[in-house]
């Protein structure tokens, strides 16, 4: 079940320490996301990313930084200034053109701030 | 900004009964619409998307830009239907999307 892959699946971490979460896609997908998962507020947009070397802020970024070096690749840093960071974190990627596109999502990981 | 909304965050119906899960988006565009579903221990999938017209695994999705909604029924719930259901709403910018709070359906046997 490749694709879209996320590691770690669990990932503990302590107050004050940054984090960073990996996302890969072997879909040849231009366009990369994270999302936030959240009981009872769906999932909520971080960042985004249409093409390398290039993303955008998106509802919620505020604690949050990511790159985009690789096409591959669209890791997610939650950095120590993101009040409540324990949630479930959802990649995914989408191929680019006119309108929106199918979005492919990674598994997830669940971060949990001890 | 675009919104998607979906009012009932539980569902609960008994097996056979129809099922309707309901979404409203607000976008002054041409939307493009989805339903996105994700089932326990499973990664969140598309369902369908309004402008393949298609019924998949017996539910339906009808785009009423009067009413801005996109409602997903089904005539008869199977209790493998239960998951979490998302509507989500793009248009406005390549391949972003804006989903809704969503719904956790329940198919009681």
């Known amino acids: 079940d490749g694709g879209i892959t996320q590691s770690p699946k669990y990932l503990f971490r302590k107050e004050g320490q940054n984090v960073t979460l990996s996302c890969e896609q072997n879909l040849n997908h231009d366009a990369m996301y994270w999302y936030r998962q959240d009981p009872g507020q769906g999932l909520r947009l971080i960042y985004y990313?249409?093409?390398?070397?290039?993303?955008q802020k998106g509802d919620i970024a505020e604690g949050y930084s990511v790159s985009r070096e690789k096409k591959e690749s669209f890791p997610l840093t939650v950095t120590s200034a993101q009040k409540n960071p324990t949630a479930f974190y959802l990649c995914?990627?989408?191929?680019?053109?006119?309108?929106?596109?199918?979005?492919?999502f990674g598994p997830g990981t669940r971060l949990t701030v001890l | 900004a675009q919104r998607v909304t979906q009012p009932e965050k539980l569902l609960s119906v008994f097996k056979g009964a129809p099922v309707e899960l309901k979404c409203n988006y607000s976008y002054s565009g041409s939307p493009e619409l989805f339903w996105y579903v994700q089932y326990s221990r499973q990664r969140l999938q598309l369902l369908l998307r309004?402008?393949s017209r298609e019924s998949i695994k017996g539910f339906t999705a009808d785009l009423n830009k009067g009413e801005t909604s996109f409602h997903l029924k089904k005539p008869f719930a199977q209790e493998e239907d239960s998951a979490m259901y998302y509507c989500a709403s793009g248009g406005t910018s390549y391949g972003k999307l804006t989903f809704g709070q969503g719904t956790i359906l329940t198919v009681h046997p």
């Open positions: 309004h402008i």
């Open positions: 990313s249409q093409i390398v070397n290039d993303f």
């Open positions: 995914a990627s989408s191929s680019t053109g006119t309108g929106a596109n199918e979005q492919f």
